[in-house]
């Protein structure tokens, strides 16, 4: 039963998370791409360290090269001028220098490897860096639509609605025209009660006329031009 319990607790926790990480998903991508920048500048100081490290370490093998070169010269020319302790002297410098060349010699190329290593995760890590911030522009762009749908359903713009809409206004235009009804009307009145046969003859050219025509207004306007 304790385990059961624990595991449906698991579960919630599990689910509770889900639901929180969807809901600022937005503001943990900008959270983590931030933190990612933040390495990345963390990766670059080390790098510029190094590199300053390795340029000061080729500085001092320059130095001791030239100190070996120069002291070698000398230990030639104090045995060529019979002073063998003056060039032992200088041979044991030598070697103390050619020991310690070695070694700068290997911490150079330890260093080397060191900066060849940060550099490309740093160039890899700027990439994805890049990719990751045009993903969260995407990403918002998804998270607008999401909200504008939901904004949509929430004002009661959807598939339902949208069609009882519709319908309404089909009903509205498709109603008759209450004054074209009301002029049929009047017809039907007038046939009842004679007065459109009237019309009718005096329009066939019985009798005299019942009603003003356009003919006799254009006669008209002719006459008063006279």
């Known amino acids: 039963m304790f385990k059961t319990l624990a595991t449906l607790i698991v579960g919630q926790n599990a689910r509770a998370e889900d639901r929180v990480r969807d809901a600022f998903a937005i503001e943990l991508i900008d959270q983590k791409i ?3 920048e933040g390495s990345l500048r963390a990766a670059k100081a080390t790098l510029a360290s190094l590199i300053q490290r390795q340029r000061s370490e080729e500085k001092q093998r320059a130095a001791l090269k030239n100190r070996i070169t120069d002291l070698t010269k000398r230990a030639k020319e104090a045995l ?24 700068r010699e290997e911490t150079l190329d330890r260093l080397e490897q060191k900066v060849m290593r940060l550099r490309s995760s740093i160039e890899s890590g700027h990439r994805r860096i890049i990719d990751l911030k045009q993903g969260a522009i995407q990403a918002r762009a998804v998270r ?5 749908q939901v904004h ?22 498709g109603k008759d025209d209450p004054f074209e009804r009301s002029e049929i009307l009047a017809d039907i009145n007038r046939d009842l ?17 019942t009603r003003s025509t356009a003919d ?11």
């Open 152 to 173: 949509m359903v929430a004002n009661g713009l959807q598939e339902g609605a949208v069609e009882e809409a519709e319908e309404l206004i089909n009903r509205v235009l």
């Open 193 to 209: 009660n004679g007065d459109n046969i009237a019309d009718r003859m005096a329009d066939a050219g019985f009798g005299s006329a």
């Open 216 to 226: 006799d207004v254009l006669a008209r306007l002719k006459a008063s031009k006279k």
């Open 80 to 103: 060529e001028s019979d002073r063998e302790d003056m060039a032992e002297e200088a041979a044991r410098a030598i070697a103390t220098m050619e020991n310690e060349l070695t070694l």
């Open 34 to 36: 931030r933190e990612s």
């Open 144 to 148: 607008r639509e999401q909200n504008m």
